[in-house]
């Protein structure tokens, strides 16, 4: 069984309001925390929601360009993470649309997936190292799944990141996403569901599932 | 089939570990006796560890200095601008205004110096001036009234 994902707080903390209290009186030291905080964990998020790393930065600026300009009609009903995690949601689907505009055909769906993660090594594969072969077996892998991540809708592909990439809770993922529990609940299984139907033929060759 | 269905839709929380034990026994013993369920199972934990097991990206190192550059410059104000500037250099503008200030505090320099210059020069002229014409007059009182007299000393400097 995998081990449960750390569950991530909901509402801000003392800390956080001041922070945000600064903010909004115009500090912009108090901003630039802000940004140091959380550059990271929103530049990963788009990273894995749009696959590419120069867009991914891009995308990452105008979060949080959006965010200095918005910070006067945040009310701080959610952690600003949930805040910051909304507006790169949004910003990733509106520039799926806008992609989907400019080419009508699908062609993103089939166009190879760039690899800018040549050298990477799971975090938690003890054997890679010793086995070299397994390496290359994980690299295809992750290659394959980045793959069927692309081919997720943006709805699946963001609660499926949320959770499974960024560590979010259920909760936090509703309040992002503005949606109910249920549908997050379903949501991740469709996703879940969808990422193993794309894996099987890789896992288990082509049209050759397992019989009894 | 239909019990496929109801299962699939469990495997996802299965795999979390969120099932009541009861539900997770009834999961488990179909995916003992369904090799289908039990790959799809597979197929979608590999996914989920690989996804787990990616590389954290991170913003590259100048992410700061070009954000600052974007944001809309009413907001911070003033000083806190000069004081980011202290720790992570100067914009542009501020390059600019740097360069600007320091041609007026050397323009301002000059003129204090050259003012001053001036007038020491005048009140020395006048200094010079007046004490020729102190010199001047008392040789003329010296000269008319030879016994001196206090009133016609004093009102005749002042004349
Ligand atoms: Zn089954």
Redesign the pocket.
Known sequence: MIPPVPQKVLVMDDAEQALLARCRANDLLAFEEVVHRYKNKVHNYIARMVNDADDAEDLTQDVFVKAFISLGSFRGEASLQTWLYRIATNLCIDRARRRKRQRWDTMSLDEPVRDDEDDEIGRDVPDVEADPYRHLERKELRQQVRRALGRLSEKLRAVIVLYDVQGLSYEEIAQVLGCPLGTVKSRLFNARAELAKHLKPYLYGEGAEPHA | ?R??QS??WRLSAYLDGQLQPTDRAAVEA??RE?P???A?LRAMRVGVEALRSMRTTEVSDAFWQRLRERLPQEKPTGWQRWVTALRWGWTERQQAACRRLAAAAIGVVILIGSWTGVKNYQGRVAAEQYAEQCAERHSLYLVHQPFGDATALSGGLSE
């Open positions: 089939m019990k496929c299962v699939e179909h995916l369904c289908k369920c039990a799809m």
